[in-house]
T-cell receptor, first 115, second 115 residues
């Protein structure tokens, strides 16, 4: 398997623009997670899905952030409008859940820079 | 809620020396515990996991960790450091009360290996 795939790997945008990050989980995994990593706050869980349904979005910072999972093989994280404080590395991870003792497999991340 | 404390944001060792990275957790129910490694500009990779079976867990690249309930610890060790071990290491605990799928990560420990 190719692992978790994220695109783009790097994104540079101006404040106020819409940003869309994409993720393809490992085939067969029914959990999908979005994380944000910054120097100040470390690794934070933003939202996770089970069988394409959002289960916990308590980590989503504010209404400017939204995430969707239209099918089992694709998810997006959108920021609209973007702000400089959104600059971070965003990771997507997927999991088989109890069948793999909840082990999560991470993608390579998207480094977002908002100027 | 569960939490993880990693003592020492940076640990420096010489090549061939013992590696010891400390992790203490807080959990009101038996936890699942994980150690992940992150190399520069990459996603997180699972080193090992504890899921209430054997208390001494062996992982990849010669790493192992011991679950000590009385000390609420899950320290990561490796007998002999290699230059290639230089990376950031994260300890994580699963939130059993809400289902084990949600991980809470520590702030990370950067391992520096000198020749």
């Amino acid at each position: 398997d190719a692992g978790v795939i994220q695109s783009p790997r790097h994104e540079v945008t101006e404040m106020g623009q819409e940003v869309t990050l994409r993720c393809k989980p490992i085939s067969g995994h029914d959990y999908l997670f979005w994380y944000r990593q910054t120097m100040m706050r470390g690794l934070e869980l933003l939202i996770y899905f089970n069988n394409n349904v959002p289960i916990d979005d308590s980590g989503m910072p504010e209404d400017r952030f939204s995430a969707k999972m239209p099918n089992a093989s694709f998810s997006t994280l959108k920021i609209q409008p973007s702000e400089p404080r959104d600059s971070a590395v965003y990771f997507c991870a997927s999991s088989l859940g109890p069948e793999s003792s909840y082990e999560q497999y991470f993608g390579p991340g998207t480094r977002l820079t908002v100027t | 809620a569960q939490s993880v404390t990693q003592l020492g944001s940076h640990v420096s060792v010489s090549e061939g020396a013992l590696v010891l990275l400390r992790c203490n957790y807080s959990s009101s129910v038996p936890p699942y515990l994980f150690w992940y490694v992150q190399y520069p500009n990459q996603g997180l990779q699972l080193l090992l996991k504890y899921t209430s079976a054997a208390t001494l867990v062996k992982g990849i690249n010669g790493f192992e960790a011991e679950f000590k309930k009385s000390e609420t610890s899950f320290h990561l060790t490796k007998p002999s450091a290699h230059m290639s071990d230089a990376a950031e290491y994260f300890c994580a605990v699963s939130e059993g009360w809400a289902g084990f799928q949600k991980l809470v990560f520590g702030t990370g420990t950067r391992l520096l290996v000198s020749p």
